[in-house]
Every structure is written in C-alpha cells, then in structure tokens.
C-alpha cells in the first residue's frame, strides 16, 4: 500500500473511531465518517469493502489501544492492585468526557448482538486477553470479569448521565466496589 493510501486508510479509520467512541458502531453512516475524514464517499471503496468491514477495524484497534495501556501496567503488582489502578484511570471524569479517545465498550455493547459476529469474536478475544492480564490465577479471572462488567457499566451510566454530580457518584461508587 502507498504512503498515501497508507495516510488516507489511517484519517478514515480516525474518523471512524471517534463516531463510534461517540455513537457506536451501527449508526455512523460513511457519508458522515468520510466527511469526518475530509474525504469524499467515492474513495471509500478504495480502503474498506464495507461500513461493517471499517466500524470493525475501528473497534479493533481501539481495543488494541486499550491493552496497549495495560501492558504499560507493573506486573510485579498484584493483579487486584492492576485492576485498582486501571479502574481509577478508567472511572475517571477525563475518560468519561473524553470524546476523541476512549473505551469504545459503552457505546457499542447494545449494538454488537446485531452486528456481524466478528464484532463479538473481537470483543471475545479482547476480554480473553484482559483477563490474561489482569489476573494472577486462573481462579481470580471471574473476579476481573467482574470487575471489567462493573468498570464497563459504571463509565457507561456515566457517560449517560454526562458530567454532574449523579455521574461523579456512579464513577466513585464503582471505583470503590473494585479496590
């Protein structure tokens, strides 16, 4: 692939990312993630077969950004202080404003039972390997699931109710469930 072709595939896929951390995956249309790109919806062909095939990267790669920063983590700590560690990141008033980067999970998680299954194969693998990471043992893994389902849940009840007070408390209450 060319150097620009290269450019141009990456400000689409930006473009997608940020639409779907916004409204998920489903809704976006590519009209509106080409424009979003500054780019024409002719071109769209040339880099993705489909809206699903693009929002799918997107969503992919915005996992793999996740457990990028994850691995960043110390682990010579236990896993329960990982997992407190990443949830006062993750249940923070700066990740549930965020509107450019982020956990694309609340947006995209009542959408993904009507998507094509690559999108739950991918959340699958993402959860597989958050686990992975985040666990000493194999019998701590249905505590960090736990753990990913309140994270998960809190930050998208927050984002709901968007910045105030209520949101301030959801983010406090479920930071303190999990350390």
Sequence with gaps: MSDKKTLTRERI?????????QRGPAEPSVSEVMGAAGLTVGGFYAHFESKDALMLEAFRQMLCQRQELISEMDNDLPGAERRALLAAFYLSRKHRDATDQGCPLPSSLNE??????GFRAALAEHLELMVAKLADSPEEASNVLADIALMVGGLALARALGP????????????????
Excluded: F, N, Q, Y
């Excluded at 896929?13 to 951390?21: G, P």
């Excluded at 993904?112 to 299954?117: D, K, V, Y």
């Excluded at 105030?164 to 999990?178: W, Y």
């Design 164 to 179: 105030g007070e209520m949101s301030d408390r959801v983010l406090r209450a479920a930071k303190t469930a999990i350390v």
């Design 112 to 117: 993904l039972a009507h998507l094509p299954e």
């Design 13 to 21: 896929l930006s473009a997608a990312s940020t639409a779907l951390l």
